[in-house]
Nanobody, 117 residues
Framework: QVQLVESGGGLVQAGGSLRLSCAAA????????TGWYRQAPGKQRELVAR???????NYADSAKGRFTISRDNAKNTVYLQMNSLKPEDTAVYYC???????????WGQGTQVTVSS
């Protein structure tokens, strides 16, 4: 099992920044990738950014150039630095880990990000 605790969401004005954190506990050695996803009201959940245990990253087109995903292995934490935020970034942001064993994934509880215009 893996427990995920997200933090860092909040209300920010357009153009501002937030840093989300996803702290993992439990069977973390089984994790091979961690991703941030978001879901806006009435929309499907979508990938924002993902980092593998090997350090490879990928971003949604909407996040490229504005968001940065990073890891602190000593703290078992993955961060999402979000800059130049836009109102369309408003959503609940979720952390998800992918594992090499069953269950293959775990989700965090989500953290609300609201960007005002």
């Amino acid at each position: 099992q893996v427990q995920l605790v997200e933090s860092g969401g909040g209300l920010v004005q357009a153009g501002g920044s937030l840093r989300l954190s996803c702290a993992a506990a439990g069977s973390i050695s089984s994790i091979y990738a961690t991703g941030w996803y978001r879901q806006a009201p009435g929309k499907q959940r979508e990938l924002v950014a993902r980092v593998t245990s090997g350090g490879e990253t990928n971003y949604a087109d909407s996040a490229k150039g504005r968001f940065t995903i990073s890891r602190d292995n000593a703290k078992n934490t993955v961060y999402l630095q979000m800059n130049s935020l836009k109102p369309e970034d408003t959503a609940v942001y979720y952390c998800k880990v992918d594992r090499v064993i069953w269950p293959r994934e775990f989700w965090g509880q989500g953290t609300q990000v609201t960007v005002s215009s």
